[in-house]
């Protein structure tokens, strides 16, 4: 009597033989962090103790390349979040940093951009004001601050904070979100649109990026700043002014946001001061950020 064959279902077969290869795929992913936290680890070692083991620069140009990189049937959004997740985590390995949020009472805030930002484990401190927030890094109970953008007529606006410090320790050095999802893409809920970094680092050249100066002066004019600006070879994207006192001889102090990268060395620095002479009476860069990966890019 011939023995019986036991039918196997193809479909069953296949997706199981798909399964066993998506499982090798994840030990091969595995290994390859904990590679990568082998190389974090001799990084580390040859740096030394720092203050911040961040590096804005790096991070922005390896995420343009990973977004520039043809991305097949990925989800849109996972990569960069994926790799934020990554970047955070191996920075704690190098050194413990702790990041103050504005988190204003009954008010839009930046906890849930910041949290997608440094991932799961970076310690987050929920500050009521962004002023707040950045006294805690001047205090050294952060690491770095994460502020709203600046805006025009702002009550308790925190850029005087970082423009009035004539050493000019703290200055802006990324953004976040690093990439702009479609409405509904993202975690955040009743969030800011996005926020600015604030710590003791000055940001890297990347290619694409905007900065901020600070200026404080007597008698002079918006529309003039402006026209010196452009004068001095800088393409203004936007400019904010508070008038540090009262009376026709008060000091007005601006923060002028610009396209492309200014150093602390800048040569046309030197224009702007040679331009405003004795009118000017503190002219210091703040800093900037990378400019993020923009919605819809595929």
């Known amino acids: 009597m011939p023995l019986k064959t036991i039918a196997i279902n193809p479909d069953k077969q296949a997706l199981a033989d798909l399964r066993a290869q998506i499982d090798k795929i994840d030990f ?21 103790k720092q203050h911040i083991y961040i590096r804005p620069g ?14 097949g049937k990925i ?3 996972l990569v960069v979040r994926l790799w934020r997740e990554i970047i955070s985590a ?12 504005t988190v204003p009472p009954k008010e ?27 006294k805690a890094v001047q205090a050294e109970k952060a690491t770095l601050a994460v502020v709203p953008f600046p805006k025009e007529n702002e009550k308790n606006a925190w850029w005087p904070l970082l423009a009035s410090d004539k050493k000019n320790v703290l200055t802006v050095f990324a953004s976040l979100p690093f990439e702009h999802l479609k409405a509904g893409r993202s975690n955040a809920r009743n969030a800011l649109p996005g926020g600015l970094v604030v710590g003791k680092l000055y940001p890297e050249l990347t290619g694409d990026d905007f900065s901020f ?21 800088y393409k203004v994207r936007q400019m904010l002014s508070q008038t540090m006192g009262r009376g026709g001889s008060a000091p007005t102090l601006y923060l002028v946001e610009t396209e492309g990268y200014v150093g602390r060395n800048d040569t ?10 004795s009118r000017l009476q503190h002219l210091a860069p703040l800093g900037g950020y990378a400019a993020p990966l923009k919605a819809g890019r595929r």
């Open 108 to 134: 839009p805030d930046l906890w849930d951009l910041s949290r997608d930002y440094y991932g799961s484990f970076t310690p987050l401190l929920e500050m009521p004001s962004a002023v707040t927030a950045i």
């Open 213 to 233: 100066l600070a200026l404080q002066c007597v008698h002079v004019l918006e529309s003039e700043m402006k026209r010196l600006f452009g004068k001095a070879g």
């Open 28 to 48: 091969v992913m595995h290994d390859l962090l904990r590679e990568r936290a082998e190389m974090i680890d001799q990084v580390r070692k040859i740096k030394g």
């Open 58 to 71: 790096r991070e922005a140009q390896m995420l343009r390349a990973l977004a520039g990189r043809p991305q």
């Open 90 to 101: 191996f920075t704690l390995t190098e050194g413990a940093f702790k990041v103050a949020v």
């Open 268 to 277: 046309r620095l030197s224009r702007l001061r040679a331009m405003l002479g």
């Open 75 to 77: 989800p849109e959004g």
